[in-house]
T-cell receptor, first 112, second 115 residues
Framework: RKEVEQDPGPFNVPEGATVAFNCTYS??????FFWYRQDCRKEPKLLMS???SGNEDGRFTAQLNRASQYISLLIRDSKLSDSATYLC?????????????FGKGTLLTVNP | NAGVMQNPRHLVRRRGQEARLRCSPM?????VYWYRQLPEEGLKFMVY????????ESGMPKERFSAEFPKEGPSILRIQQVVRGDSAAYFC?????????????FGEGSWLTVV
């Protein structure tokens, strides 16, 4: 099982659509969880942290289920500017919590 | 306050040459991390350094790759005798202390092409 596995994509959606990304991770001792976005040939940028209680930032909602080792990201009312690759990211456990493990990413294209 | 600065942004090397990638962390940051992104792959951890110390190099290939973060100057990722498989984007990140949350910042990356 891969350390972090994401929907392979790509996703093509019209503007205004709601889109959901799913991610699973293998290390049950992982401590922190994030969604990053990466534009083509750019660096990854933090989109939001993910907590068991769920968190929302505008049109973006992230959820963590530790029992099933599952992370999700929901984007409502998609905009053209949301087109990017979305990366599920998990930190190591214990003393290796500085180490980020990235999924391969899911490409989203929002069409006019 | 400048962000994480990487140079060169693009580098072309012939097989067998050496590549040196430099990273200046954000001001006040003394922890540096290098990640590699192969084509169509996710970023992979390579090495974690503090000033003058390698903390974790578990992601570094055993041969040809080395990293340093001297007391003065930028962190350097050095790849000797490059091969085509080294073609990738190399991202540096920095944090003010050992990263354990979201206080990590990535540079814009260095794209290495081996021909």
């Amino acid at each position: 099982r891969k350390e972090v596995e994401q929907d392979p994509g790509p996703f093509n959606v019209p503007e205004g659509a709601t889109v959901a990304f799913n991610c699973t991770y293998s290390n049950s001792a992982s401590q922190s969880f994030f969604w990053y976005r990466q534009d083509c040939r750019k660096e990854p940028k933090l989109l939001m942290s993910v907590y068991s209680s769920g968190n929302e930032d505008g049109r973006f909602t992230a959820q963590l289920n530790r029992a099933s080792q599952y992370i999700s990201l929901l984007i409502r009312d998609s905009k053209l500017s949301d087109s990017a690759t979305y990366l599920c990211v998990v930190t190591g456990s214990g003393g290796s919590n500085y180490k980020l493990t990235f999924g391969k990413g899911t490409l989203l294209t929002v069409n006019p | 306050n400048a962000g994480v600065m990487q140079n060169p942004r693009h580098l072309v090397r012939r097989r067998g040459q050496e590549a040196r990638l430099r990273c200046s962390p954000m001001k006040g940051h003394s922890h540096v991390y290098w990640y590699r992104q192969l084509p169509e792959e996710g970023l992979k951890f390579m090495v974690y350094l503090q000033k003058e110390n390698i903390i974790d190099e578990s992601g570094m290939p055993k041969e040809r790759f080395s990293a340093e973060f001297p007391k003065e100057g930028p962190s350097i990722l050095r790849i000797q005798q490059v091969v085509r498989g080294d073609s990738a984007a190399y991202f540096c990140a920095s944090s003010p202390n050992q990263f354990s949350g979201n206080t990590i910042y990535f540079g814009e990356g260095s794209w290495l092409t081996v021909v």
